[in-house]
C-alpha cells in the first residue's frame, strides 16, 4: 500500500497510539494506607485513587461517622496544595490513628496525582474527582480547601485556600477533643 492510503493508515495509527497514551488508566494504587477506621468506600491504599461523584462522597462521609475526619481538596497542579502537604502529611503522622485524612484529588490526572502522593509521602487516601464534582457541591471552584468533620458526621469548619500549620492544628483539635 502506497500514496494517500499509506499516509492515511499511518496517521490513524499515529492518533490510536496518542489516544492510548493520553488516557488516564484507573490502574490499582501501591502505597498502604494508613486509615484511623475501615469503611466500605475507603480506599485501603493511598494512591488507589477510586473515581468519585459528589454522591459517592456522601456516601463515604456516612460510612465515616463515628471517626472524626480532615478532608483535603487538592491537585497535583495546584502550588499552594504543594506547600501545604508537608503539615497534612505530619499531621496525619501524629493524628491518623485517631482522625481520619482523606484527600480529594480534583481536576487532574491520576498519574500526576500519584506521582505527587509519592514525592510527598502520604500515605492517607485521597479520591479522585476529575470533575470536581465534590468540590463544587462545597462551592469550591479550585482547590485547595481543607474541611474538618467531627465523629457526627457534621461538618465543622472550613478552610478556603491554603492552610497555615495554627489553623490545621485548631481545625484538628476541634474534632478530635
Known sequence: MTGPRARLLAVLTL?????????????TGTIPAAN????PALPTLADQLPQMDAAGFQTLMGQLR??????????AWCTPCKAEAPLLVDAHARFGDRVQFLGVDTQDLRVGARAFMQAHGMTYPSVFDPTNSIGLSYSLPAPPMTQFWDANGNLVSTTRGQISQDDLQSGIDSIAG
Do not use: I, M
Not at 492518533?15 to 490502574?27: K, P, V, W
Open 66 to 75: 463515628g471517626t472524626p475526619v480532615v478532608v483535603n481538596f487538592w491537585a
Open 36 to 39: 484511623a477506621t475501615t469503611a
Open 15 to 27: 492518533l490510536a497510539c496518542l489516544g492510548g497514551c493520553t488516557q488516564d488508566a484507573e490502574g
